[in-house]
């Protein structure tokens, strides 16, 4: 009686600790390294609310469609957006290419809505009315990558919202102009690409820049908002050469070649557009007379 009584605890110990441990496992925040993103250009490219007085800049189908978007991005906790309302810094900004030590961002998305739509039917019998509004919406994204100037992803998606109204016998809801239709149809729409851009933007690893290197340490873009932690490991790669494809005509940029590792000692910096870390080189070695012609990247 004593052993099944031994046997018993020490089974329930077990499944208490093993419960624990899941239960650990499961509230664990994920923690992910964190690209710079900015919305470059969002145009209307349809003909609805273009009168003779239409402003182009100011246009609020674009308005929404680019809050929608950067709204979007944010709540994905995978992305620091950007603002970017100066099209031709951030067209030198593409040509340019890598990223120097001002704040740069890693990709740029520039977008329109291609498609918007209302429409109002309606039935009725002898005892009920029926209304329907409905608003329809596509917009088309494009994902470039700055240190390319290549879209690496583009795509288009629709999306649609209505609201029914019902009446029998006069009596029942009736409903005028809804203006939040158009919100959600955009909205359906951006939902379906932003899925896309974060599937994109995982399949390249997370990459970062050396600011400076001296007897009192080194030192890369990026903290505690882009994810990184005292701790983490990083390569550090000598870029490829860059050579012009004779089918395309476009410069390419070859793989790199890995020379150090690095890792994290401290994380500084106030806001996003401040922060860096301190690393200390635990492998190979850098040439500190010429940073630019290395890049750090994540250790996949």
Known sequence: ?????????????????????LGEGQNAPTRSLKWKVAIGRFSNETQ?????????ENDPIAKQATDIL????????????????????????????????SVKADYVILGSVTEFGRKTTGKSDLFTA????QVEAGVSLRLVDVATGIAIYSEEAKGSANTVS????????????????????????????????????????WRTYIISMDENGTIIAGGVSQG?????????????????????????????????????????GESPLTEFS????????IDATDLSKYYIQEIK
């Open 70 to 101: 950067s709204a979007k991005l944010v709540a994905s906790g995978k992305f620091i957006l950007l603002e970017r309302s100066d099209a031709e810094t951030l067209a030198k900004e593409i040509k340019e290419g890598t990223p120097t030590n």
């Open 130 to 133: 029926e209304k329907t509004q």
């Open 166 to 205: 019902k009446s029998t016998l006069g009596f029942g809801g009736k409903s005028g102009y809804d203006a939040s239709l158009g919100d959600k149809a955009i909205s359906a729409a951006v939902d379906q690409l932003v899925e896309n851009i974060l599937s994109k933007c995982s399949d390249k690893p």
């Open 228 to 268: 990184l932690a005292v701790g983490d490991k990083f390569d550090v790669f000598l870029k490829g050469k860059k050579v012009v494809n004779p089918q395309t005509g476009v410069e390419i940029e070859l793989p790199g070649k890995k020379v150090a590792s690095v890792v994290v000692d401290a994380t500084l």
């Open 48 to 56: 609805y609310g273009k009168g003779i007085f239409y402003d182009r």
């Open 1 to 21: 009686m004593k052993g099944k009584q031994i046997t018993t605890l020490l089974t329930m110990v077990f499944v208490l600790f093993a419960s624990t441990m």
């Open 278 to 285: 301190i690393v200390n080189v635990i492998e190979g070695s």
